[in-house]
T-cell receptor, first 113, second 108 residues
Framework: ETGVTQTPRHLVMGMTNKKSLKCEQHLGHNAMYWYKQSAKKPLELMFV???????ENNSVPSRFSPECPNSSHLFLHLHTLQPEDSALYLC????????????FGPGTRLTVT | GDSVTQMEGPVTLSEEAFLTINCTYTATGYPSLFWYVQYPGEGLQLLLKATKADDKGSNKGFEATYRKETTSFHLEKGSVQVSDSAVYFCALRNKLTFGTGTQLKVEL
């Protein structure tokens, strides 16, 4: 039990679809993150939120749109994706202190057809 | 900029063998260092951490020591089990920098 949940666990979508990934943390953390994990590539940090405010966007294409309505919930809205966007999308949370470990969710395995 | 370099895998060992996975880093200041483990089909889990120089993190028989002089944080375990088969990531807290991961396969 990691305290970070993600839904759905698996998602198959066409390039014209719109879908959303959801992440929820029950750890009382104030920082939340989206990562992309592709085969044979390093883990890529996509977005960082601290106290609901986006503090980092690592040049992510606009077809990925994050939303953080409160410190416990994080969404990633997807539209007009490309096949190369197929990957495991991981959500994580951490304390806002800057030295703490991150807690990861199980990920959403996304396949774009 | 900050970076983490891990040995490339896969690393294949027999059960009860000694494990070392090398990790070196470059960073500004003295960030916290972590090892995470990812089992098939799951997210990353924290394995151990060290927050300052000479700290030793340990968990489930795994150990790593924060070596400032060699900028290293090598992961070791004295006797691996089949259940240790997973991908291991070294990471540092500055800019949330992760290594590329090292796959470990342990065979009977």
């Amino acid at each position: 039990e990691t305290g970070v949940t993600q839904t759905p666990r698996h998602l198959v979508m066409g390039m014209t679809n719109k879908k959303s990934l959801k992440c929820e943390q029950h750890l009382g953390h104030n920082a939340m993150y989206w990562y992309k994990q592709s085969a044979k590539k390093p883990l890529e940090l996509m977005f960082v939120y601290n106290f609901k405010e986006q503090t980092e966007n690592n040049s992510v294409p606009s077809r990925f749109s994050p939303e953080c309505p409160n410190s416990s919930h994080l969404f990633l809205h997807l539209h007009t994706l490309q096949p190369e966007d197929s990957a495991l999308y991981l959500c994580a949370s951490a304390g806002a202190g800057g030295r703490d470990e991150q807690y990861f969710g199980p990920g959403t395995r996304l396949t774009v057809t | 900029g900050d970076s983490v370099t891990q040995m490339e895998g896969p690393v294949t060992l027999s059960e009860e063998a000694f494990l070392t996975i090398n990790c070196t880093y470059t960073a500004t200041g003295y960030p916290s260092l972590f090892w995470y483990v990812q089992y098939p089909g799951e997210g990353l889990q924290l394995l151990l951490k060290a927050t300052k120089a000479d700290d030793k993190g340990s968990n489930k028989g795994f150990e790593a020591t924060y070596r400032k002089e060699t900028t290293s944080f090598h992961l070791e375990k004295g006797s691996v089990q089949v259940s240790d088969s997973a991908v291991y990531f070294c990471a540092l807290r500055n800019k949330l920098t992760f290594g590329t991961g090292t796959q470990l396969k342990v065979e009977l």
